[in-house]
């Protein structure tokens, strides 16, 4: 049996004890291309079919209002994402990050995608632990539930005990490696046709994506960054982070230390005071900033699936799952950074240069398409950098909230944008993008008062907090 390494006494960590998410449980995956596009297939059919009966309601007199449509068709569509598992559940978590995207009833569904879609049967699970090991979970740990705690589109999360010490072992779906490159392959056509686009626009973009993807079902590679940014982002007060055991991990199996916590909406419902918030809400930017500004490669998947909320010690945030990180060169730092200064707001001449590096500004755009896009920008920066350019930001502020949701809404009738065919900016900047918005949305949902200050303040704080590295 597999030695643990001795470690400092810690707090202790409460076993959990809840079912679950979701009762419903897997003995196969679609794994092939033809499984896969079949699978899509049927879905199709049955959305096709809700749009057929609620027509024929209104038709007859019948009530059916929108919202049913949309839960009906959401319902079935996650029913198909959660058993496909893969991409294409990642994407629908993605997308349920973006408050302003999707009808309410497709977030709602498509958030369970963080942490609550159907897992992986018992005897799956033990063929798993066969294929990499050789023995059984059983065989390998003091004490190991073969029910999963959480499920979501890469892996799910199972609780085990070894010589007395609290274990999360995290177990990769069969396959699912392969059918991310397969998924991809699938939908490319289709959204290219429907989007107008040729495949040489779009590539930077669909590699982008497919690399981080991939990147995450590496779990010798999440092993090891998170081992390494868990020890320089140590000294940040108030957060927590889990020690890895590579005798008990493989290529699709990860063992770690089991993390106390709840997540954001369980947590929320315990009614924490505004200190707690105030203080989570500071280590989560902390943290960000930290590996923004010094190490330079980030946790790009900050969902409320990847971290843990206790109210002991005025709040303290255990962080998960350093599968997708994005690592920032040098220049598109510099550039990204730039982007959101006061100074560049200011000077009308320098975001246009910043944006023409960025790829967003073209030599052979027309006057009045460079004008929009300067224009846009602007507002744009303006809003969703304001938290940089303050000593202390209200994430809470209703104000600010309804200012972005119109800004969304603002952008997504522009007549110029709905008609742009081809994307622009660096693809550098779809996980850098998405990191902010996770970070946003979970700083939002908490209502934080945070101490954010100028880049350069949050830069100097950080670096008189750290060790050499």
Not at 66 to 82: C, F, P, R, V
Not at 312 to 322: A, R
């Amino acid at each position: 049996m597999p030695e643990l390494p001795e470690k400092p006494a810690a707090t202790p960590v409460p076993v959990p004890t809840d079912a679950p998410a979701d009762a419903r449980q897997l003995d196969s995956l679609p794994t092939t291309k033809v499984a896969r596009a079949a699978r899509f297939a049927k879905t199709g059919l049955k959305v096709g079919a809700n749009y057929v009966k609620h027509y024929a309601r209104r038709s007859v007199g019948a009530e059916s209002s929108t919202q049913d449509l949309h839960e009906a068709n959401a319902a079935d569509l996650y029913g198909a994402l959660s058993e496909m598992k893969g991409s294409v559940l990642k994407v629908a978590q993605m997308l349920a990050m973006e408050k302003n995207m999707l009808p309410t009833a497709y977030a709602d569904q498509f958030a369970q995608a963080q942490y609550q879609s159907p897992p992986l049967s018992g005897p799956l699970v033990i063929k798993v632990f066969r294929d990499a090991f050789g023995r059984s979970p059983f065989e390998l740990f003091d004490e190991f539930d073969v029910n999963a705690r959480q499920a979501a589109s890469i892996g799910q999360v199972h609780f085990a005990r070894l010589k007395g010490r609290p274990l999360a072992v995290k177990v990769q779906y069969p396959g699912v490696a392969d059918s991310i490159k397969s998924d991809i392959r699938l939908v490319k056509p289709i959204a290219l046709r429907v989007m107008g686009l040729n495949e040489a626009q779009v590539r930077p973009y669909l590699e982008e994506v497919e690399t981080r993807l991939l990147e995450e079902t590496n779990y010798a590679l999440e092993l090891r960054r998170g081992t390494e940014i868990g020890a320089k982002c140590a000294h940040l007060p108030h957060l927590e982070f889990a020690s890895y055991y590579p005798e008990l991990s493989s290529s699709r199996i990860l063992t770690m230390d089991w993390l106390g916590g709840q997540h954001l909406k369980e947590f929320l419902q315990t009614a924490p005071s505004q200190a707690v918030r105030d203080q989570l809400g500071q280590a989560l930017w902390d943290f960000y900033a930290f590996q923004m500004h010094t190490l330079r490669q980030v946790h790009a998947d900050p969902h409320p699936g990847n971290f843990l909320l206790r109210a002991e010690h005025g709040g303290t945030v255990g962080v998960l799952d350093f599968g997708c990180v994005k690592e920032i060169p040098a220049d598109v730092y510099e550039l990204f950074t730039a982007l959101l200064t006061a100074e560049t707001l200011a000077d009308e001449a320098r975001l246009a240069a910043l944006l023409t590096q960025a790829g967003i500004l073209r030599p052979d755009d027309a006057p009045v398409r460079t004008a929009f896009y300067i224009s846009t920008m602007q507002a744009s920066l303006e809003l969703v950098g304001r938290p940089f350019r303050q000593p202390t930001f209200d994430f809470g502020d209703p104000a600010y909230l309804a200012a972005l949701y119109a800004l969304g809404d603002d952008l997504i009738q522009q007549p110029e944008l709905r008609q742009q065919r081809e994307p622009r900016g660096s693809e550098h900047f779809i996980y850098l993008n998405r990191t902010y918005v996770g970070l946003y949305a979970l700083l939002t949902e908490l209502g934080a008062v945070v101490q954010t200050g100028t880049l350069e303040q949050s830069d100097q704080r950080n670096h008189l907090a750290r060790p050499e590295l």
